[in-house]
């Protein structure tokens, strides 16, 4: 590495592992004897977790520097705070190996678990690394050796583990734990009950297990649901395992799901549906929606053609009542114009009276496709359907008048398909009674998707030709406006302050 000098000592970041002496690595305990140096982090009480695990390797003519942190969780007067106060010492301790590595003297940094993962080292590491040769010897982690103890594989195939610290607000561990497969919380100690509250609120409590003091004396392991808060150490992870193989839980009724998909893929699931979708015994819905969603072990697949709407509905409901837990997938947001109020409105039958049902919101078309032109939506808009599948042309042709009156942004949803190609043209004329030919409308199509093409054009030039079931139509106010940035780009936006509004504050 340029800019070292090859006459100075060398840098080691030693990785003991989770606590067991006999889990150190060979090469840990090669280092450890050739080191002229051993330093480790510890509390004010002066003891060393790490020095422990490695102390049948530590000689007596070793040089020993022990870096006490001068605070762990108390408050502090120091004018940076908490953080000015750790900036302070890891500097300080830094500047103390390099004098050792000045002198020529080889240091070996002890690390419980790996080095690099949520270790002390980090910080000596960013601040000698690049001035003296350094080498990083990597140790089995807690969270391998909570795994093991546990017996139970942490992730399997294409399933996705999730690295949490309890540090983290209750709110974000909840959102994490709701989109991943599996997921080990570290740091827990004080941090238990909220670690608890967000497994609940995640719906993931019964998977959760608890592991205290992996492969060191006092090791327990339980189910986290009956852990005592008070008897947690700082040394404790939870764990969520694998789901793969897992066996299905017994329920005397299950409930119904029904969540939004957003416009296209993974990326516009929330995290709340990403749960929701993992843990569904069955998924139902419009087969090409169900697409979007990642294959699972265990799970069943209901796909059926988007026409039949109440018998899917009552299919998910009937699954639920004889325990399963039924996600119901709809694409955009479930309550727009999609299955949400099928699923409602078949659940009010008496017969599933007693049938759980959530709805989980998901980004509707309109949204997306407002975002990648601009902001349109910025003031009062409508949302209509122009689907006369299940109500007459008279009244949607009677609320495009009313909404084209008022002055308000439409998004039109359903504008158009194979046996539906007249009904574009229909609004068009009808909207030009009431909008000036050069008013900006967003063609969206696809969007999100692989093909997703979204244009913006005047009013009197749109083509229903080019307008099919796959597109949304976001139609301006007088007020819309559009401008071409720098880049070439068109942006359209509906500013939020109407005319009437500027003249009585003037």
């Known amino acids: 590495m340029s800019g070292i000098d090859a006459t100075t000592g ?20 090669e280092i450890i ?44 007067d120091h004018p940076g705070g908490y953080r000015g106060a750790m900036e302070e010492f890891y500097a300080a301790a830094a500047a103390r190996l390099a004098a050792h590595l000045d ?46 103890r546990l017996g139970t594989p942490l992730a399997e195939g294409e399933e996705v583990l999730t690295i949490l610290p309890g540090t ?36 993931r409590l019964g998977e959760a297990r608890y592991v205290e003091r992996a492969t060191m004396a006092g090791e327990r392991t339980a189910a986290l649901a009956g852990v005592d808060p008070e008897s947690v150490p700082y040394f404790a992870v939870a764990v969520l395992p694998s789901r793969v193989g897992a066996k299905p839980e017994i329920r005397e009724r ?61 299919f998910a409901l009937e699954l639920a009542r004889r325990g399963r837990r039924v996600a119901v997938v709809s694409g955009g947001d479930p309550g727009v114009f999609a299955m949400a109020t099928a699923v409602l ?32 939506l910025g003031h009062d808009y409508a949302t209509i359907s122009l689907s006369d599948r299940l109500k007459p042309w008279e009244v949607i042709a009677e609320r495009l008048r009313s909404a084209a009156a008022a002055d308000l942004v439409l998004a039109l949803y359903n504008p158009g398909s194979r046996s539906r190609t007249w ?6 004329e009808l909207l030009l009674e009431y909008r000036g030919p050069d008013t900006p409308v967003v063609v969206g199509r696809d969007v999100g998707g692989a093909e997703q093409s979204v244009r913006i054009v005047p009013l009197g030039e749109l083509d229903p030709a080019e307008v099919d079931m796959r597109t949304i139509l976001l139609v301006g106010s007088s007020q819309t406006r559009t401008v071409r940035r720098g880049n070439g780009e068109q942006v359209v936006w509906t500013p939020r302050r109407y005319p009437e509004t500027e003249r009585a504050g003037s």
């Not at 960013?126 to 990083?136: C, F, G, N």
């Open 254 to 314: 299950g409930e119904v799901v029904v969540v939004g998909t957003g416009p296209a893929g993974p990326l516009w699931l929330t995290p709340e549906t990403r749960g929701a979708l993992a843990a569904a015994d069955d998924l139902v819905g419009y087969t090409t929606y169900l697409d979007r969603v990642p294959e699972r072990g265990g799970q069943c697949r209901h796909g059926s053609d988007n026409r039949v709407e109440s018998e899917r509905a009552e």
């Open 423 to 428: 009904q574009v043209g229909k609004a068009r």
């Open 10 to 29: 060398r840098l080691y970041g030693v990785g003991l592992g989770p606590g067991d002496p006999s889990l150190m690595t060979v090469r840990a305990v």
């Open 103 to 148: 002198a020529g003297r080889t240091v070996a940094v002890l690390a419980e678990g790996d080095p690099l993962f949520y270790g002390s080292y980090m910080h000596m590491h960013k601040r000698l690394a690049d001035r003296y040769e350094t080498e990083v010897i990597p140790g089995v982690t807690s969270v391998s050796a909570a795994a093991a």
């Open 33 to 76: 004897a050739e080191a002229d140096v051993i330093a480790y982090h510890s509390a004010r009480h002066g003891r060393s977790i790490a020095r422990a695990i490695a102390a049948k390797h530590i000689r007596a003519d070793h040089v020993e520097e022990a870096l006490v942190y001068p605070l762990t969780t108390e408050t502090t």
């Open 345 to 376: 409105e078949a659940a009010a039958q008496p017969e599933y009276a007693d049938v759980p049902v959530r709805v989980l919101p998901g980004v509707t078309a309109a949204n997306a496709a407002a975002a990648a032109a601009g902001a349109p």
């Open 168 to 203: 983290l607000p209750e709110e974000e561990l909840t959102a994490r734990l709701a989109a991943t497969d599996a997921a080990v919380i570290m740091k827990l100690g004080r941090t238990f009950p909220k670690v608890r509250g967000a497994l609940e609120r995640s719906g």
